[in-house]
């Protein structure tokens, strides 16, 4: 019989709780969404942007939740025998909780950080370590200072294998999520111009980034890309920090997680490495010459974790891509098909280049084209307009045949592209998704992307609407 995440009474001490009300023995997950609560959770009354909690604990108390935990400002709001731990503050009690299940936490711990890649490697590691053990793994892109500590609150105590994304768009940002977490291995997958309306530049993201080395575990080790410019200087942070070991990756000579040889398909890549001295041969089931890069970064840090270095490689074979993040649908169309793929999630200009490429690798038909559906880019500040213009050099190189716009900061890009590149401008995603669906032909192969501000989801709900979908094979064998 498995154990239960906590007792009510071990939650009540790590947060120094008053207890009101019969509480059961057991909690066996932890919510902050009354409406997608399993019985038996806790449910945190955390104030967000737009709703508090507090409003929804009857709810989720009526539905199953073991317990609520309230502030005390607010407990007088609840039946007297209502089922609480009541606290000072909500979220700086989950924090506390989450403190609370890292310090019975045995297993290796991995955290994630980096400008572009963050969820698609940790999705790759929580795929490579879960053939190997126990493995907890934060869902969805829960990176922010509420997403950690409810990822590490949810860890059960006997996970062999935990591994965290940790986010930021400011500098400061890390250190308080990564001190929390004290990761064994940590991740910066690349440093890029992203977010840039916060920072003075490139150096200064990637000194923000660098921030995850002040909660390393002593002893333990930083996988950094020896192929990104910003390399020496993570390094030196890294050096600064006391961390003992770096380890490499990518395609220079001297990386540690070494790629010799790729071939790449459309819609997977195999892969010839060596990872920290043993050479290795390997399938990616996702397409993309960044999934190859962080792929190496992953089986590098499960390498590092005790992981088996063949099993982990066989399981990136079966790789699903994330939600928003490449997954592909064919489109049935009235006279043959077309290949739908979903990077709708969020971008900056290196996965906006990463995706481009992608679309470029797509295998269309005999009269198919590749066409780019592309939304604004956020956060950019004064270098957007430059930016968003410049994505038209990734899509001249990788063949792209027709770009949609969306947005007042795509338009840059509009302005700039050739007229017989030119499919369609909308200032919104809603205006756009028809002109795209009317565009669409038997053999296409069209990419939606953008950042989330932009809502370029729309438009893949939109096609999916109005074709029948099924899920995309990769008929390619490596």
Known sequence: MSQPLWTSAAMAQA?????????PQDVTGISIDSRTLTPGDAYFAILGDVHDGHAFVDAALANGAALAVVAQAQADSFAPDARLLIVDDVLAALVALGCAARARLTGQVIAVTGSVGKTSTKEALRAVLGAQGE?????????????????????PASAQFAIFEIGMNHAG???????????????????????????????????????????????????????NPQFARLKASADKAGV????????????????????????????????LGQAITYKIAVPGRHMVMNSLAVLAAATLAGADLAVS????????????????????????????????????????????????QAGVGPRGRRIAVLGDMLELGAQSPEL?????????????????????????????????????????????????????????AIMVKGSLGSRMKLIVTALEKRFPVKDALDDVSV
Not at 15 to 23: C, D, F, H, Q, S
Not at 135 to 155: D, E, I, M, Q, Y
Not at 201 to 222: H, N, Q, R, S, W
Not at 416 to 438: F, I, N, Q, R, W
């Open 15 to 23: 947060m120094r709780a008053t207890v009101r009300g019969a509480l």
């Open 135 to 155: 493995t907890h793994a934060s869902v969805a892109s829960f990176n922010n200072h509420w997403g950690v500590p409810l990822t590490l609150a949810r860890c």
């Open 173 to 227: 940002e890390i250190t308080p999520l990564v001190k929390m977490v004290r990761p064994h291995v940590a991740i910066i997958t690349t440093v890029e111009p992203v977010h840039l309306e916060f920072f003075s530049g490139v150096e200064a993201i990637a000194d923000a980034k660098a921030e995850i080395f002040l909660g390393l575990e002593p002893g333990g080790a930083a996988v950094l890309n020896i192929d």
């Open 244 to 275: 003992v070991r770096v380890v490499s990756f990518g395609a220079d000579a001297h990386a540690d997680a070494r790629l010799i040889d790729m071939s790449l398909h459309p819609a997977c890549s195999a892969v010839h490495a060596d990872i």
């Open 313 to 360: 490689a066989l399981a990136l074979s079966r790789l699903q891509p994330a939600a928003g993040r490449g997954v592909r649908h064919d489109l049935g169309l009235a006279d043959g098909s077309a290949i739908l793929i979903d990077e709708s999630y969020n971008a900056n200009p290196a996965s906006m280049a990463a995706a481009i490429s992608v679309l470029g």
């Open 388 to 444: 968003h213009r410049g994505l038209g050099e990734a899509i001249t190189v990788h063949g792209v045949d027709s770009v949609f716009c969306c947005g007042p900061l795509m338009r840059n890009l509009w302005e700039a592209l050739p007229s017989a590149k030119k499919g369609g401008y909308a200032e919104t995603s809603a205006a756009l998704a028809p002109l795209v669906a009317d565009a669409i032909g038997p053999g296409d």
